[in-house]
């Protein structure tokens, strides 16, 4: 590592062929986060499979013990499984070298693993969130749930997640059928992307609207359930997007669905609302926290494929509601999840990680 005369954050996360809502924010912090004070480094400790990363990470720690420790600030983004068991070893060979650390957690099933651990692992977590300068939830709801189930003992604090991109003026929509639907994730059961295509079916929203998947993830067998739906030509599944494709989707969709299991705080929903999309979501995580329930968008409860068809068809039918809503939802991310905001909160846990409070 070359010397600086700033402070160094060093990122131990994702490598550069990733993707995903981590790799979003990691690639955030570290293309805007440098400025006089703060230089951002990345360490990649996951690179996307895990044969590469189980073949890569041994030969990658002893670098740790080689660093420098001056002006040094660690933020290990962490999720569940081996993404803990990962940032758990790093951050014993951090606390060596007297480098003091933050984590980041953004795993949304965290609470899923942590909940059938066993009791040493949740142990071994609690140490690990404790001995960090500070443990980074992305929403209140989150917080409560950790200083609850893990440790009362930890210094957890909430910095939520940034909309990057917020739209100004609003893009022109068209107010006549079909509305245009997107869902943009990984494709599968967690993020209820059959109960989605099983809601437009039995919905019949074909009449009104036309559904676009994107996403990586199981995608034959859902292009598969929508040809025996018989939803051809109205819904399709166009497999993972580019970012600044999804963007651009994003401005030319009517509405924004999500219809979630679990989550943290999914940057999916706010570049949606960013963008002046609705958004028909769940009340799992931090989503709640960003979409107001028939203000900036329509709320339900995961797998409940009935009220989800409804929510549809009531934003498909009204593009009055759907501007009312977008508009509304453009405006709370402004105020509420900006990066000016984002930055600063980081700015100040890394000031606090540095002189050792």
């Not at 720690?61 to 983004?77: D, E, F, S």
Request: charged fraction near 25%.
């Amino acid at each position: 590592m070359k010397k600086t005369g700033r402070v160094v954050v060093l990122h131990f996360g994702q490598s550069r062929r990733c993707r995903g809502g981590m790799k979003t924010v990691q690639d955030l912090l570290l293309r805007e986060g440098s400025d006089a004070e703060f230089e951002q480094r990345l360490f990649p400790v996951y690179e996307g499979s895990a044969a590469r990363t189980f073949a890569l990470f041994p030969l990658r720690l002893p670098k740790i013990l080689l660093m420098p420790k001056r002006n040094v600030v660690a933020q290990l983004h962490a999720s569940y499984g081996g993404s803990f068991w990962r940032k758990r070893a790093i951050s014993r060979l951090l606390r060596a070298r007297g480098i003091p650390y933050v984590v980041h957690l953004h795993g949304s099933r965290f609470a899923e693993w942590f909940d059938a651990a066993s009791p040493r692992t949740k142990r071994l977590a609690a140490d690990f969130f404790e001995r960090a300068s500070a443990a980074v939830a992305l929403s209140e709801s989150w917080k409560s749930w950790l200083v609850k189930n893990v440790s009362a003992n930890a210094n957890f604090v909430v910095v939520e997640n940034p909309c990057e991109r917020v739209v100004d003026p609003l893009p022109e929509r068209g107010t006549k059928p079909p509305a245009k639907i997107l869902y943009a994730g990984l494709v599968g059961r967690r993020k209820g992307t059959f109960d989605l295509v099983e809601a437009f079916a039995k919905g019949g929203l074909r009449d009104c609207a036309r559904l676009e998947i994107c996403g990586n993830g199981e995608v034959d067998a859902l292009r598969a359930r929508i040809a025996e739906l018989g939803l051809n030509g109205a819904v399709s599944a166009t497999g993972w997007t580019p970012h600044d494709e999804m963007l651009r989707k994003m401005e030319s969709a009517d509405l924004f669905v999500l219809p979630s299991y679990a989550e943290g705080l999914p940057m999916t929903v706010l570049e949606a609302m960013g963008a002046g999309l609705p958004v028909v979501s769940t009340r799992v995580g931090g989503i709640p926290e960003a979409v107001v329930d028939g203000e900036t968008g329509i709320l339900l409860e995961p797998g409940d494929v009935v009220c989800l068809a409804a929510a549809l068809r009531t934003l498909a039918e009204d593009p009055g509601l759907r501007a009312r809503m977008g508009k509304a939802g453009r405006d709370r991310v402004r105020e509420k999840f900006s990066t000016d905001r984002f930055f600063a909160s980081f700015r100040a846990i890394w000031r606090d990680a540095l002189a050792g409070r």
